[in-house]
């Protein structure tokens, strides 16, 4: 029972319309296994929110590209999914969930489908997001994943049990060093 506001907008009176504009501007989203359009090359699945939110097509490339550039694949653009790898595909999919600027990340399980080594980077580049003042939330079964973040609330049975704050493991040092989970 209760109400719940995002972005000081009570979410159970808006409009289908409202609700879309909302999650287009105020979230973003990171699958496990990614979500990407496979006849469609990497500039172009990140393309998709600004293509909803009705961005003209320059300014679309444009900010697909930075986001890309930013996740690391500034030289994988024209690169259809299949010809990625997972970690790439995965950094695909955490440009198209930050090129529309959201507020807010859900991200769930997407460390899933990776490798130790894959894992540790895609926490390094939530963690760098972090650091820049985006929220981003992160469902997982794993507990060596959830100690890279700052605070984690385990649920069990769709109760909360413990909603603990810490200094998480800083997943940079973890590559620095050679390391993974």
């Not at 080594?117 to 939530?126: K, Q």
């Amino acid at each position: 029972a209760g109400s719940y506001f995002l972005s000081d907008r009570e979410v159970s009176r808006l409009s289908r319309g409202e609700l879309a504009e909302v999650r287009n501007q105020t979230l973003g989203f990171v699958f496990q296994n990614f979500n990407l359009l496979s006849r469609t090359t990497a500039v172009e699945n990140v393309e998709l929110p600004l293509v909803y939110a009705g961005m003209p097509a320059k300014e679309r490339k444009r900010r697909a590209t930075e986001a890309l550039t930013r996740v690391g694949l500034g030289a994988r653009l024209e690169h259809r999914p299949s010809q990625l790898s997972g970690g790439q595909q995965q950094r695909v999919a955490i440009a198209r969930a930050i090129v529309n600027t959201p507020k807010v990340i859900l991200a769930d399980e997407p460390t899933g489908n990776l490798d130790s080594r894959t894992s540790i980077e895609v926490l390094a580049l939530f963690q760098e997001l972090w650091d820049t003042g985006l929220t981003i939330m992160l469902v997982t079964h794993e507990p060596d994943i959830a100690e890279f973040a700052g605070r984690t609330i385990l649920v069990r049975d769709g109760k909360i049990v413990s909603d603990e704050r810490r200094e998480p493991r800083r997943a940079a040092q973890l590559l620095a060093a050679g390391g993974a989970a």
